[in-house]
């Protein structure tokens, strides 16, 4: 099991609060995403980060920001929530080992914005 | 375009049945194709892993085959347990580096009935 932490692991929240996923890894690993996936459907890429100070833009637009002050720490922020925000938040770390990179998923946020 | 395709959408089978879930996928370039389980409320964890050159691989009951001259892609399950009751992913990698990209599908939900 990957060490890849994710809270909270259910949110319900009224629209315009700001609120903040926290995701943590203790697996050293460099590379850090974000991806948003809704009930039957495929994950979309919203952030990645390359390592400390690297953020950059997946390819899905999203109106949330991410930080990477620590290797360990990858926290997405939402400063207005809204309805369309309903979602389910997934955060990963990658591993790459011979050419080959390992994607390590954790658990998921479930995000309802009322 | 780059995609990944996954059928069926779902799948209902008795327990201790045989299924086949296929993956077509039109992404180029080509460095690798994974097979993910994502359990419900869960993040999504790999299952195997096929190069170019691989053709088949087995991740004991799963076995996973390519065929990257048709870019198609099958994950046999053996002899189904009620836990195998999962969404299973396809995912293809552009490239083998921390530069590659990720393409993800939809998933088949399969349902194991006792």
């Known amino acids: 099991e990957a060490d890849i932490y994710q809270t909270p692991r259910y949110l319900v929240i009224g629209t315009g609060k700001k609120i903040t996923l926290e995701c943590s890894q203790t697996?050293?690993?460099?590379?850090m995403y974000w991806y948003q996936q809704d009930p039957g459907m495929e994950l979309h890429l919203i952030h990645y980060s390359y390592g400390v100070n690297s953020t950059e833009k997946g390819d899905l637009s999203s109106e949330s920001t991410v930080s990477r002050i620590r290797t360990e720490h990858f926290p997405l922020t939402l400063e207005s929530a809204r309805p369309s925000h309903t979602s389910q938040y997934l955060c990963?770390?990658?591993?790459?080992?011979?050419?080959?990179?390992?994607?390590?998923f954790g658990p998921g946020t479930r995000l309802l914005v009322l | 375009k780059n995609q990944v395709e996954q059928s069926p959408q779902s799948l209902i089978i008795l327990e201790g049945k045989n299924c086949t879930l296929q993956?077509?996928?039109?992404?180029?370039?080509?460095?690798?194709l994974r097979w993910y389980k994502q359990d419900t409320g869960r993040g999504p964890v790999s299952l195997t892993i096929?190069?170019?050159?691989?053709n088949t691989k087995s991740n004991g009951r799963y076995t996973a085959t390519l065929d990257a001259d048709t870019k198609q892609s099958s994950l046999h399950i053996t002899a189904s347990q009620l836990s195998d009751s999962a969404s299973y992913i396809c995912v293809v990698s552009d490239r083998g580096s921390t530069l590659g990209r990720l393409y993800f599908g939809r998933g088949t939900q399969l349902t194991v009935w006792p």
């Open positions: 990963a770390s990658s591993l790459t080992q011979n050419l080959q990179e390992t994607q390590y």
């Open positions: 096929m190069t170019f050159s691989e």
């Open positions: 993956c077509n996928y039109t992404v180029s370039p080509f460095s690798n």
């Open positions: 697996m050293g690993h460099d590379k």
